[in-house]
């Protein structure tokens, strides 16, 4: 008996758990969904409706159009089937029964819109968004108005390679310097070890913005500062500390006998680092390799100081900052341009995906 009422209250408590993450989910996905979304629609959809009605619901479709006579004074309340109604009762639309509305076709047209509900979809997609946002070339969005507005592509191609150009670097040396930290950490014996790791710990705890003023200042003596050089050491040197520690906890879990069989047939700790940390460690490099570049593609403060904001070395977190700024209307090109600064993590969380897990649980129990 206490042991089905024990099973009943595990899986009850599992229920519980999984609709609280899947509630999160929901949360989470929402609002990104309305993103990609918005992403292919015209500007002047955006500016007229919501995301949301990409999907079936019930919105007002034009019935007939009404001619009001000439002479109508149009400064006073316009008749309507025996009832009068505001110039801005019509502007916004009125209903007049169930079944009808009215509002302003063309005011000065003397044009009035008798509308009837519909299930309607807006489903006008497009690519011209990540078109603009990419290339640099002029064109022209239509305003819901009717008239044409000629705007300038971002551009975002050269700030998106320029990402890439610190990322991939910025990720590999970190990672490169730590296993072989790690390594000698976990595995050799040398003076000063415990004293070395206790720092490493310790610079974990240290906000780099603290960092950013006395290191700039020594890259402007060295001339490094607004290299990629320079912003490749900063994020190596922001990026060790953490790289090191995670690497640690699993190799250090690795089987103690496999090392010692290594050493006993004469391999030296370079072939031993080569031949067998690497290929055990791909789940831990896979795991930290996504926290990294992660880091580094999303990141905005270290490349302003250290890079600066000249167009041709932006970064895209810098790039679309400044869109806000100056396209902050502009939710077409804001979103597409959300997308695309999305979708070099995206590939590489879900390339490295199925090693993940394995990698954040790998220092979790000792072999």
Not at 132 to 149: A, C, Q
Not at 151 to 158: A, F
Not at 291 to 301: A, E, M, P, R
Not at 342 to 349: D, T
Request: charged residues 15%; hydrophobic residues 50%; positive net charge.
């Amino acid at each position: 008996m206490a042991r089905a009422r024990a099973k009943r209250a595990k899986s009850k408590g599992r229920w519980i758990v999984n609709l609280v993450l899947g509630f999160i989910c929901v949360l989470w996905l929402i609002p990104t969904l309305g993103l990609l979304v918005s992403s292919f629609r015209p500007a002047a959809d955006i500016l007229q409706s919501g995301w949301w009605t990409v999907f079936p619901h019930k919105d007002w479709s034009k019935a007939e159009t009404i001619q009001l006579p000439k002479d109508l004074d149009l400064t006073q309340p316009i008749p309507f089937e025996g009832k009068t109604y505001t110039n801005e009762q019509l502007t916004e639309g009125v209903t007049v029964d169930e079944g009808r509305r009215i509002m302003w076709e063309n005011r000065r047209a003397r044009t009035l819109n008798v509308l009837k509900p519909s299930i309607k979809m807006n489903t006008n997609f497009t690519l011209d968004n990540y078109g603009n946002v990419l290339g640099g070339k002029t064109y022209e969005i239509k305003l819901p108005d009717g008239s044409t507005k000629t705007e300038k592509g971002t551009n975002l191609s050269r700030s998106f390679l320029n990402t890439l150009t610190v990322s991939v670097p910025a990720t590999i040396i970190p990672i490169l310097i730590a296993t072989f930290a790690a390594y000698a950490f976990a595995w050799l014996r040398f003076p000063g070890r415990r004293p070395l790791f206790v720092i490493v710990i310790m610079m974990l705890v240290v906000p780099l913005q603290v960092a950013l003023i006395p290191i700039l200042k020594d890259y402007t003596a060295l001339g490094l500062n607004g290299s990629y050089l320079g912003i490749w050491i900063a994020h190596t040197a922001f990026g060790l500390p953490l790289t090191t520690y995670f690497m640690y906890t699993y190799i250090a879990g690795l089987p103690k006998d496999l090392f010692e069989s290594a050493f006993m047939d004469g391999a030296s700790n370079f072939t031993i680092f080569t031949r067998l940390i690497l290929p055990l460690s791909v789940p831990a490099l896979a795991s930290i390799s996504i926290f990294q570049f992660l880091w580094v593609w999303n990141d905005y403060l270290v490349s302003l100081v250290f890079i600066g904001s000249q167009p041709d070395v932006q970064v895209l977190s810098m790039r679309i900052a400044d869109m806000v700024g100056s396209r902050g209307n502009d939710w077409h090109l804001l979103t597409s341009a959300a997308f695309v600064s999305m979708l070099m993590p995206l590939a590489v969380f879900f390339g490295l995906q199925k090693f993940f897990v394995r990698g954040l649980l790998g220092g979790s129990v000792k072999g």
